[in-house]
C-alpha cells in the first residue's frame, strides 16, 4: 500500500523552528523527486520546497529562501523540511508530494501554526 505520512507540525511561536518529516512506504521511493505545499484557509496551494530523487538539487519559494531546508535519507524513506526564522504568515497546512513521471502521491498533510 501505498502511504506518505507527514508529521512534525505543531504550535511555535515566531521565530522558532520545526521540522516536518515526510515518510514514504509502498513504493520505490529513491525513484521519486519530492515537493512540499501548503495551503493556508482561504488561499491557493503554494511550492514551498523541492529536492530531487538523489538529492542534488533542492528549490525553494522566494517566501522561504534562506529560511527552509529541504533534505532526505533515501535509506529511510523520508524527506525533511527544517523550518527555521517561522513566521505567523508560514502558518498552513504542510503537505508532501512525490513524482516519478506519472506516479504521483500525496500525504494528508500536518498543520503548521506559527503564533505568540
Known amino acids: 500500500q501505498v502511504q506518505l505520512v507527514e508529521s512534525g507540525g505543531g504550535l511555535v511561536q515566531p521565530g522558532g523552528s520545526l521540522r516536518l518529516s515526510c515518510a514514504a512506504s509502498g513504493f520505490t521511493f529513491i525513484n521519486y523527486a519530492v515537493r512540499w505545499y501548503r495551503q493556508a484557509p482561504g488561499e491557493e496551494r503554494e511550492l514551498v520546497a523541492s529536492i530531487t530523487a538523489a538529492g542534488g538539487t533542492t528549490n525553494f519559494s522566494d517566501s522561504v529562501k534562506g529560511r527552509f531546508t529541504i533534505s532526505r535519507d533515501n535509506a529511510k524513506n523520508t524527506v525533511y523540511l527544517q523550518m527555521n526564522s517561522l513566521k505567523p504568515e508560514d502558518t498552513a497546512v504542510y503537505r508532501c508530494?512525490?513524482?516519478?513521471?506519472?506516479?504521483?502521491?500525496w500525504g494528508q498533510g500536518t498543520q503548521v501554526t506559527v503564533s505568540s
Open positions: 508530494n512525490a513524482r516519478w513521471g506519472r506516479r504521483d502521491y
